[in-house]
Nanobody, 118 residues
Framework: QVQLVESGGGLVQPGGSLRLSCAAS????????MRWYRQAPGQQRDMVAV???????NYADSVEGRFTISRDNAKNTVYLQMNSLKPEDTAVYYC????????????WGQGTQVTVSA
């Protein structure tokens, strides 16, 4: 069954903002470190931001100061607020959930397209 569902992508002008959302099943969300990745055409999938179960965050250098990852544990949802968007932010953005319980468990969303263009 579907475990992660992303939303919020779209077309935005340079300098604009978007907020991505990723809703997860409760059983996964409450124990997972959540990440956002992105993949541009012909490029590898790179991590953009991460937030652990305690709320600690980390960002790729390319988005530091412009993007903010957050989680709402009551809604089982992780967000990526993207400000001051640049054309090079154009990519498919993927939500990822990962936790360890004797072994690693990992889940991916279906991806949402973000296009930054005038």
């Amino acid at each position: 069954q579907v475990q992660l569902v992303e939303s919020g992508g779209g077309l935005v002008q340079p300098g604009g903002s978007l907020r991505l959302s990723c809703a997860a099943s409760r059983s996964i969300f409450r124990k997972s470190t959540m990440r956002w990745y992105r993949q541009a055409p012909g490029q590898q999938r790179d991590m953009v931001a991460v937030i652990d179960t305690g709320g600690l965050t980390n960002y790729a250098d390319s988005v530091e100061g412009r993007f903010t990852i957050s989680r709402d544990n009551a809604k089982n949802t992780v967000y990526l607020q993207m400000n001051s968007l640049k054309p090079e932010d154009t990519a498919v953005y993927y939500c990822n959930a990962r936790y360890y319980y004797n072994s690693q468990y990992e889940y991916w969303g279906q991806g949402t397209q973000v296009t930054v263009s005038a």
